[in-house]
C-alpha cells in the first residue's frame, strides 16, 4: 500500500494520559500536514511541514499538543494531559511542494477520551 | 458505523440520476480547489481538483464546475451509485491561507436504490 498510514486507527484513553499518533506519508511528498475533525464537520487544519521543518501551525494547535517529522519522512503528533474536548479525528494528508497540487489523505486516528 | 455530519445539508438522489453537490466557497483569492468524497470512519478521498484559471474540469463520472463571480463550486456525478454514498466536502487554498486546505461544511450524499 503506497497511500498514507496513519497509526494507530483507534484509541481510547483516560483524561489526563498522554498519547501519541503516527503518520507515515507517500515516499515522495515532503508535505505533511495534520488536520482535526469532529462529528459533522470538515477537517480543520493543524499544523504542516515541508521536509522536517515546521511551517505554520493553526491556534487550534494549543500547548499541549506538539508534532515532529524529525527525518522529513514520518511524523508523529503528540497530546499531553489529554482533555475529553481533545475527542476527534485526527487525519495526515501528504503532498508534493507547490501551490496547487493535491493532498492524499490517511484513514484517520480517531481518539476518544474517557 | 458512525453517523457523519448529523447538521450537514442532505441530498437524496435515486440510484442512476445526475447528483450535482454545491459549494460556496470563502476567499475570493483562493486559486485551487479540491473535492473529497469521505465515507464513514474513513479519512477523505481525493476525487478531483480545478484551478482558478479553469470553469470546468471532467473526471470520470464526475465533473467540477467553478464560478470565481460568485464564490461558487459544484461537483456533478453522472450516474449516481450506491458506492457514492458519503459526506462530501469542497476545499479551497490560496495565498492568503499558506500552503494548507480550508475546507467546507460539508454534505451528505444519499443513493436510494
Known amino acids: 500500500d503506497t497511500g498514507v498510514s496513519q497509526d494507530p486507527r483507534h484509541k481510547i484513553t483516560k483524561r489526563g494520559q498522554n498519547v501519541t499518533f503516527r503518520c507515515d506519508p507517500i515516499s515522495e511528498h515532503n508535505r505533511l500536514y495534520w488536520y482535526r475533525q469532529t462529528l459533522g464537520q470538515g477537517p480543520e487544519f493543524l499544523t504542516y511541514f515541508q521536509n522536517e521543518a515546521q511551517l505554520e501551525k493553526s491556534r487550534l494547535l494549543s500547548d499541549r499538543f506538539s508534532a515532529e517529522r524529525p527525518k522529513g519522512s514520518f511524523s508523529t503528533l503528540e497530546i499531553q494531559r489529554t482533555e475529553q474536548g481533545d475527542s476527534a479525528m485526527y487525519l495526515c494528508a501528504s503532498s508534493l511542494s507547490g501551490m496547487n497540487t493535491e493532498a492524499f489523505f490517511g484513514q484517520g486516528t480517531r481518539l476518544t477520551v474517557v | 458505523g458512525e453517523s457523519v455530519g448529523l447538521h450537514l445539508p442532505t441530498l437524496s438522489v435515486q440510484e442512476g440520476d445526475n447528483s450535482i453537490i454545491n459549494c460556496a466557497y470563502s476567499?475570493?483569492?483562493?486559486?485551487?480547489f479540491i473535492w473529497y468524497k469521505q465515507e464513514s470512519g474513513k479519512g477523505p478521498q481525493f476525487i478531483i481538483d480545478i484551478r482558478s484559471n479553469m470553469d470546468k474540469r471532467q473526471g470520470q463520472r464526475v465533473t467540477v464546475l467553478l464560478n470565481k463571480t460568485v464564490k461558487h463550486l459544484s461537483l456533478q456525478i453522472a450516474a449516481t451509485q450506491p458506492g457514492d454514498s458519503a459526506v462530501y466536502f469542497c476545499?479551497?487554498?490560496?495565498?492568503?491561507?499558506?500552503?494548507?486546505?480550508?475546507f467546507g461544511a460539508g454534505t451528505i450524499l444519499r443513493v436510494k436504490s
Open positions: 476545499a479551497e487554498k490560496g495565498k492568503e491561507y499558506g500552503n494548507k486546505l480550508v
Open positions: 476567499n475570493s483569492a483562493s486559486d485551487y
